[in-house]
């Protein structure tokens, strides 16, 4: 047939069963060809050309079919399942007949077109047990049989070996000699990549593993190849898929032998994978800590490898055992490798990787070897830096630490100053990059380092009285707070979310605050400080920050360096700035408006008259308003401010909100409680993603084992831990409290009525129970204020009960118990009277009821009302009405009970709270009520989030578990939770949750081993209530409980046996299937490693894992790995 015949055929239309017919007639003529021997490589040519003609139609026609409508799978079972006569040709033997080698390369085009068809795995299955067969046959001892290995690496480019193959061909070449994997010429053969092929195949599968006998063998080849060769082969191909796979399937580390160790320091040559699979052997496999130990010294000349495995032993432990053969050996590493750490400090850009990527390394040797006469005179130096790397400086602080702690008295000035100028060149370095933001890391380090610094100072008592004129008469200090202002203050847009502003840049004005706070005096009134607070303020987006009405660290982060500088030289303040600030004032209680209420104050104190500006606006209503005053003979019209203006401002929500969640521990004096100042935000592991994520300070406390290091404070004690996020649902008591002063003043017009519907009386009683004793003197004064304008007042309604009410609680707090005078009180005319200070819980009864009194049709309207009649004097000293309410006859008596258990919910703050309840029945009262056939599913949340209220307090926590029976009590109650119970098994979880931190973190008060066996045996019994519908915070806190009681007491563990962990295993299976591999991985094989959680967790994040699902997997392994340790002991 001629070829344009030929070509008018294939292109002519048709359908997609005659391609069909057309392809299976042509493949019938070709085998029909070769049963007669005569098929040759002009055949091949034509059936070819016709065969890729009609697929080429066939694949263009179903295109857009599903795969269940399409016949191309058909066309190829045809071809490579059902031609016996192609499969028997076919063949990568290199020595073959002709017929033979025409038929293999026929096949071989027609996989590499198909190739990327549907399931063409499975329908080639035959040829590729072939390949894998020939191949074994290839290798196999005392036969001849060579491949052709051209076309072996051909084929396997078209299809992948799957896992099975891999496991059988590994096999196989674990009984070769290594001898194999090489020709005469030293060369490596295509056995050897195969090898490292199929180790790669099953690093990323997690179903198909060798057999310990095999990875042994596999290892030994290697062991054989370095000791014959010293690694002249290059075998970088065979160590990083080794390591992959071991990475992967970690319970094979146990199964090689420790001869793998010791070859890596028998090598001739060191490449980075050697060195990475030797860090990771030894990281993982305790077997090989005394191995090390005894090669390192006569090996150490070998660099690359000694100091990464050096970084390593460090990390895990290695020489923790403090004995004279472990410190020969770090004194061999130090002297082989102390000019290598001088280079890195003097020289960074030039240093070795090593010294940059084994920085653990780098400050343990320093801080165990090094002479200490070297480290003092090292830090005495007038360094002169040119480039800055985060390596280096972290090697030099530790120098400098060392440094610090062994300095003489006299000397510690010198060294304590000069770290700072070396710092300040770091700074200057780094802020003239262009893109600081791709510096970030850098910047945070040297940040944290500063601090670390400062931190060291403060702890020395030689220190107390420094001057720092040495530091802040230099052009390094000068130029850091200039570029620090220039570039802090600076907006930029996050280079994740470009519609979100990045904040970032805010620790340069952070760390800028607490330096000038450290180097200048309050009051000092140094030039220089008016010279940054003008440059702060004449920043082209002073304001732009400034005036942001939402939390914005960079804010923060300003206002706080503002009230710093102002206080050290308070010339720079000036009344034209007042505005300014009470725009950016929000009058909550977040950091940033903590410190603009400071800076408000400060001003106010420093002599800056603030009168015209009162009552206080604030936020944009301040905005709006002193921006009318531009011409300065009008501004004394334009700024008066309407009481009523003032009043409007007063968000009713929010108020009840303070009320609930008023802030006992704040202090009126705003400026003498400035927020805590850390920079644990931007610590590397400042949330491991491994650990449980704590939500309070007592959880925190607890979790970082500070109870090792110190005492906890006692207000962590007495406190109820409360979220950080109420804070900016909250107004700040110190602010809002001497304006209802001023709203109330004797001259001021009667706005009673508007101040009773938006809730702003209730708030002077509730401050009544402050732990600050001038926020008590205050309140009383704007009560005494309100009572004036109650015996004046003509249009507010029922005014005479109100000052029986007032009388009331004035009376209750005249019978407060007041403080015993001393003989010093006595003797001292100008002692100040205290006043006493009641329970938070009684006050906040007070406040409820002045809320709910101005609204007639309030159902509790009555009773409150009759009860406060029938009261002379209000008893601070009891729960208000609480019999009464709680077992109300009325006929919405749900209501009542509900008021007053919001009420002491709301109402436990402090111990002092918890003491109210103590000496009365309402604890007995409640938790015999829950549950009850009186009782409802509302009220039972509302009992449970009491309790939970008072375990938070770790003093009350004690009283409530060694007095009280609360355990037993929890016990017993949990028997009649239902799986539906949602909010319920979540509020239990979170009451055992809290009890556990409040036990932990006083420790002495209880019996620990037995109070982690009583928690665990209680949250074993929500394992059955735990369902599909259950929510992450349930599940985390269900196995953090069950996590940190049997590590406190490991004997407990016997309690979760085997029918526990398959019980939890099936349930958390479900919820996390996805992710679930690395859980049956453990509890299938075991662990015999040390492995580090941390980066587990990051390579599941990576998988897309959320962090829940990376805390459930990881603390579930970590249990069945114990779990397992303990069953071997």
Known sequence: MRTVDIIRCINCPRHRCELVYLIHETIFYATRLIELDQFNSSYASVFAFYLNGFLDKLIAEEADLALKDQKLGGVLENIFCHRPVLYQHFTIASQRSETSTVVTNFIYDLMKRLQSAANFSHYTMLYSNKIVNEIILSSTPKITFELDATLVERLLEIFELNEKHCVTLLKHYSHLSHRKFINDKNEKTYHYHLLTIGLQKLASNRDHFLERETISAISKIYVDFIRENGNELNLESFEVALQNYLDTFSHSIGHLEVDLFRCFFESKRIGKPMVKLAAFLLGRDIRLYRVFLDLVQENVSKKELIYPLTNVAFAKGVFAENSEKNKKILNVIYNEFKSGISKTIEKPGKAAVIYKENTVANHQLIKNCMPSNECVDFAKKKLKIDSMELYQLKLMMEIYRKAFKSTKKDEMKIVYVNVFNVLFQFYNIILKVEDLLKEIDKLNGLVLETFSWIQMGRTCKHLTNLEFKDITATANWTNFCKFALKLGIDIQKSPDNPNRQDERLHVLLKITAVLVDLFYKDNSQPADVATFFELALSHSRFLDVLLIPFQFKIKTSLVHLLLILARKNPSVMDKKHVPLLLGAYGATLTDGNRYVLALLQWYERSGIHMHEYRPYLWGDAAIKHFSLGQDVAEQQTLFRINNFEVFRLFNKEKLFNTLNSFPVWRKLDAVAQLPGVNFDDIKPDCNKISEYQTTTEIERFVERKLYKKKLPSPGLLHYCAGKQDVLATIYDPAFLLPILGYLFAPESHDLLDVAGKNGALALPFVCLASEDEEMRLAAASVILRIKGHLELSRKFIDSKFWLHLFNAVQNGLATLNSRKRTNADKSNADTKKFLSKPAFLPALFIGKTINIIPDALNELHPTLTQYFLLKDTFDFKAVPHFLVMFHSSEVKHNDHRVFILESIYNGIKTNDDFMVLRFSPVIR??????????????????????????????????????????????????????????????????????????????????????????????????????????????????????????????????????????????????????????????????????EDYQLLGEKLQMQGADQSTIYVTLTLRRLIVRKQRLTKK
């Not at 409530?960 to 509020?987: K, P």
Request: charged letters at 20%.
């Open 925 to 1090: 009262a409640i938790m015999d009520f829950y549950d009850s056939s009186l009782s409802n599913r509302e009220l039972n949340i509302l009992i449970l989030n009491t309790l939970n209220s008072i375990v938070k307090i770790p003093k009350s926590c004690e009283v409530m578990i060694n007095s009280m029976g609360f355990l037993t009590w929890l016990s017993e109650r949990i028997e009649g939770i239902e799986s539906f119970h949602f909010d319920t098994i979540e509020a239990f979880l979170g009451i055992i949750s809290n009890l556990w931190y409040s036990a932990l973190i006083q420790r002495k008060g209880f019996n620990l081993m037995q109070l982690s066996r009583s928690v665990l045996i209680m949250v074993l019994k929500f394992l059955p209530l735990l369902s599909t519908r259950s929510s992450s915070k349930t599940l985390t806190r269900f196995l953090n409980l069950l996590e940190k009681t049997t590590l406190e007491n490991e004997q407990t563990l016997e309690l979760v046996n085997g029918e526990v962990l398959e019980l939890m295993m099936a349930y958390f299976e479900k919820l996390f299937e996805q992710h679930f591999w690395y859980v049956k991985y453990v509890k299938m094989h075991g662990m015999v490693d040390d």
